[in-house]
């Protein structure tokens, strides 16, 4: 006779649970501090890459996008004070969603002014900026939120009010493992949350412009339509029902959701990587060991020429450099079923592409890069480094001129940091 019973276990782990909590906290905190600091790097040449001073004109743009339709705000209007409102935008949602506040929004406003960008001027971009294009789009789906960030610190303190969490940046939230009720637009019952309603109406107003405008397509109206109602919809069922059937089927459905993209990140990451490797493997220079050797011999990748030079004078390290990176590009999807040897791997992947970004000068190339490879990190691992980094944030406020130890809160006594079923998964969140 057929047993279900593992099946049964299976499917209640995935709807009853967004896994990974600490893996997506790291990924939307990944993605959106590269987003920001490059739009904060570009933003003397905002106009030249993206807006009206570019090469790309509008008018060519817009007779691209009507025959690919990609979405961008930019071709609502050509005009400069709109392009600069839609930069702003970018900025300002990649900050709110790398501190986390109101992730759910955040999420979908940073997917915007992502695409507004990219897809007004496809030609400024590289491969590091495809990986952002794809994981915007992705994090609207999950629940990135629930630890690391202003909504989780916000819902702790509406499960304990009793408690003061005092002002701690709502970084050091380990402890909050959230189950997403009172974030992003809902209010604790009998409470009164007038920020997310407030920020829902607005948005839902400048919907219904655009949508009266008709500048968006059926499939982007039924998206951002949808994801407004269902935001809205949420709100209703925390507010008036916090423990009803409606809560209760959001949040499989939320789960489900946010699991099924957090295993898409993961494919994408491994389809890169494994794509890279096995199309190098085909290139004569990858071949014979010398691939290396030519991206250092171009000015444009050498920031550091005598670096460059003095990396290229040693045969044997291109060599082994070359070959280093196809093997391990190649053979990393393959070890995600052995924690230890895909730990290995992940910590030279990062590696590697902290000396591209310095060798290379590609930064941010890397700094996607490395965002994305933060999913398969371990949960151990980063449950340190969030512990650490509260630490040394504790010791920096504590020297602040009148500011206390004592006035630095260390959470309440005997709370237990719950435990993420993602901990005990051998793929991808094995410690």
């Known amino acids: 006779m057929i047993s279900f019973d593992p099946l049964a276990r299976g499917v209640q782990r995935v709807t009853a649970q967004a896994l990974g909590p600490y893996q997506t906290a790291v990924v939307r905190i990944g993605f959106a501090a590269t987003w920001l600091l490059f739009l904060l790097r570009e933003l003397p040449h905002r106009r030249e890459l993206y807006g009206p001073d570019g090469p790309w004109s509008w008018d060519m743009a817009r007779q691209l996008i009507s025959a690919n339709d990609a979405f961008t705000a930019l071709m609502w209007s050509d005009g400069r004070l709109w392009f600069e409102s839609v930069y702003f935008l970018a900025i300002v949602s990649s900050a709110l969603l790398l501190v ?4 759910r929004t955040m999420s979908v406003l940073f997917m915007i002014g992502v695409l507004s960008l990219q897809n007004r001027s496809i030609f400024m971009g590289d491969g590091g900026d495809n990986v952002i294009h794809l994981m915007a789009i992705y994090l ?11 909504d989780a610190r916000r819902a702790a303190r509406a499960r304990a009010p009793q408690y003061d969490h005092g002002d701690d940046g709502g970084l050091d939230d380990s402890h909050a493992v959230d189950d997403d009720r009172h974030a992003d637009g809902g209010a604790r019952v009998g409470g009164g949350d007038r920020v997310g309603p407030a920020l829902w109406w607005v948005l839902g107003l400048a919907l219904s412009v655009v949508t009266f405008l008709g500048e ?3 499939f982007w109206l039924l998206l951002f339509w949808g994801m407004w109602v269902a935001h809205g919809l949420w709100w209703a069922a925390v507010r008036r029902a916090p423990d009803g ?3 209760v089927l959001l949040d499989v459905v939320a789960n489900l ?4 993209a957090l295993l898409v990140i993961m494919v994408e990451a491994c389809l890169i990587y494994a794509t890279a490797g096995w199309y190098k493997i085909q290139g004569s220079r990858w071949q014979d060991g010398t691939a290396v050797y030519y991206p250092l011999q171009l000015d444009y990748f050498s920031p550091w020429p005598e670096l460059a030079d003095l990396l290229t004078s040693h045969g044997v390290l291109v060599m082994l450099v070359t070959y280093g990176t196809v093997a391990v590009q190649v053979a990393f999807p393959f070890t995600l079923f052995n924690r230890r040897v895909k730990n290995v791997l992940l910590a030279v992947m990062i590696f590697e592409h902290a000396v591209i970004a310095v060798v290379l000068g590609l930064p941010f190339f890397s700094l996607a890069m490395i965002a994305a490879d933060a999913v398969f990190l371990p949960t151990s691992f980063l449950r340190r480094l969030g512990g650490w980094v509260a630490r040394t944030r504790t010791r920096l406020l504590a020297r602040v001129p009148r500011l206390s130890r004592a006035e630095v809160p260390q959470g309440p006594p005997g709370e237990e940091q719950p435990r993420d079923a993602a901990e ?8």
């Open 140 to 150: 609207v789906f999950t629940r990135c939120g629930q630890v690391w960030s202003l």
């Open 424 to 431: 005990h998964a051998r793929v991808g969140f094995g410690a």
């Open 100 to 103: 986390g506040w109101r992730t």
């Open 245 to 247: 059937e409606a809560r």
């Open 216 to 218: 968006l397509s059926w």
């Open 257 to 260: 959701a946010h699991n099924a």
